[in-house]
């Protein structure tokens, strides 16, 4: 079964598809929807109509993603978005710490070229929390840089996400080395997927 909208899939499964990605970020005071390129679209968010802009009088523009991973181990999936500031102003606010923890959604979604409407639902790839902010400035140019963590990674802040390996061991009970010398700890557990032998967890 697939996880794609049945008229989006339809849609990516044509010879030509107009795709588009859309980035939602709730700032504390205002919340920032972005597209991933020029125009605008419209589609259902929660059950209301939001309008992604390809431009934001704050954050500015989208310039970059980086490759979306997967966590294993102790990390949890993570990704880089990278936007270009209107001023300085700007560039100081959002790479404020108060900017930490905001929420952080990211679309995949393609649109009709004959209506410009959206087709079917976008597809939800990424949802995270704003972790880390990096301010990059030259004589031309102003950048922030913001590390995206998974919403996953509050497991890892209560017992919901305990997991086996030896840094939580020790996270619980500092110099406890119950599991420092323990075979398979360090094994990769794969969950709510299939494992590469094609056997599902």
Not at 9 to 38: N, Q
Not at 67 to 89: I, M
Not at 167 to 184: D, M, N, R
Request: aromatic fraction near 10%; hydrophobic fraction near 45%; charged fraction near 20%.
């Amino acid at each position: 079964m697939s996880l794609l909208d049945p008229a989006l899939e339809a849609a990516l499964s044509a010879d030509r598809a107009t795709i588009f990605g859309a980035i939602r970020m709730a700032l504390p005071g205002r919340t920032v929807r972005l597209l991933v390129g020029s125009g605008f679209v419209d589609f259902l968010v929660d059950g209301a109509l939001e309008r992604f802009t390809g431009e934001d009088e704050v954050v500015g523009t989208f310039t970059a993603i980086d490759t979306l991973t997967d966590g294993f181990g102790d990390e949890a999936p993570q990704l880089s978005l990278t936007f270009t500031p209107r001023d300085g102003v700007a560039a100081a606010q959002l790479s404020s710490v108060a900017m930490q923890g905001a929420p952080v959604l990211l679309w995949l979604g393609a649109i009709d070229q004959q209506t410009g409407r959206v087709i079917g639902q976008p597809l939800l790839l990424f949802n995270g929390l704003l972790d880390t902010a990096k301010l990059s400035l030259t004589s031309t140019s102003r950048k922030v840089e913001y590390e995206v963590t998974s919403i996953f990674e509050d497991f890892f802040l209560s017992d919901d996400g305990a997991r086996l390996s030896d840094s939580f061991h020790q996270y619980l009970w500092p110099g406890e080395l119950g599991c420092a010398f323990v075979t398979y700890v360090a094994q990769q557990i794969y969950w709510g997927t299939s494992s590469p032998d094609g056997v599902r967890r």
